[in-house]
């Protein structure tokens, strides 16, 4: 089993409201090649937040298109 393709399962956010349409319990949040993903199923608002790993890192504000962590 190739473990770099293992989706996590999608989970909703409690109480949490769209910042783009303003609906409450409409986010869900999962995290798909190490990056955390988050989308509204009602205005298919989509926002992707990279690890705090490597937002602390020296090229954290650099555009990124993936992050390699070798085994």
């Known amino acids: ?6 989706k996590s399962k999608k ?3 409690a109480g949490a409201s769209c910042p ?3 609906a409450q319990d409409t986010l869900r949040w999962w995290i798909e090649n190490n ?3 988050v989308e ?4 298919d608002y ?3 937040r990279k690890p705090k790993s ?3 890192s020296e090229h954290g504000s650099d ?3 993936g992050i390699f962590k070798p085994e």
């Open 46 to 48: 989509h926002e992707q």
């Open 20 to 22: 783009s349409c303003k």
């Open 35 to 37: 990056i955390e993903l």
């Open 1 to 6: 089993m190739n473990t770099n393709n293992v």
């Open 40 to 43: 509204c199923v009602e205005c």
């Open 54 to 56: 490597v937002e602390s």
């Open 63 to 65: 555009q990124m298109i």
């Open 11 to 13: 989970r909703f956010i």
